[in-house]
């Protein structure tokens, strides 16, 4: 009879590549909608790296049998490989609107996980799609709905290196030691 072998990798490495290169994505998101610069260009041009890596930390994720990294990252790894292509019309609105539905239901799954840092991070992800999508379709004009979307990409982004930085001294110290939400055991646990 055959022994059943499972490839496992340091999964959190892939996590914190992806957080982090997600993060510099929507870093530049953000400065777009606060305008900080006026072109896409950049965007643009790096939204295939990001894709290319994000894709990396899905494949990870799925040979650690890890269903929820896999559920998060692989539509964002589509999402920012399609990023040049998709229309600034209603079609580019529908599939924001799909990738924030995604998301929306990426943190309420991510509800039954211990770090709780990652709900909320995915919650305002989810929002900042739907914000998003609404100033991508026509809304472009509207200088309030592009500080909006400035605004939740910055605290997302931020939150996400935050998170990356939390996982990674997690991992290498073996104990929390930023607080990224996860409930430390009762003192008459640990005896």
Sequence with gaps: M???SNVHIKVAMADVMALFAIAFFTF???GLGLQVFDSVDLIAS???PVGLLVLVATIVAYLNENLLGTAIFGPLAIFFLVFPFIPADAAGM???VYIGLVILIDAVLS????????PIVLFIAAIAFFVTAAWYNGGAIDEGLRTA???LWM???LLGLYLGAGITLLVMKGKQV???GIASAPASSKA
């Design 2 to 4: 055959a022994e059943e």
């Design 28 to 30: 530049l998101v953000g």
């Design 46 to 48: 790096i939204a295939g």
């Design 94 to 96: 529908l599939g924001l």
């Design 111 to 118: 509800l039954a996980q211990p770090v709780k840092l990652l």
């Design 149 to 151: 979307v400035g605004a």
């Design 155 to 157: 605290i997302f982004s």
């Design 178 to 180: 930023v607080p990224i």
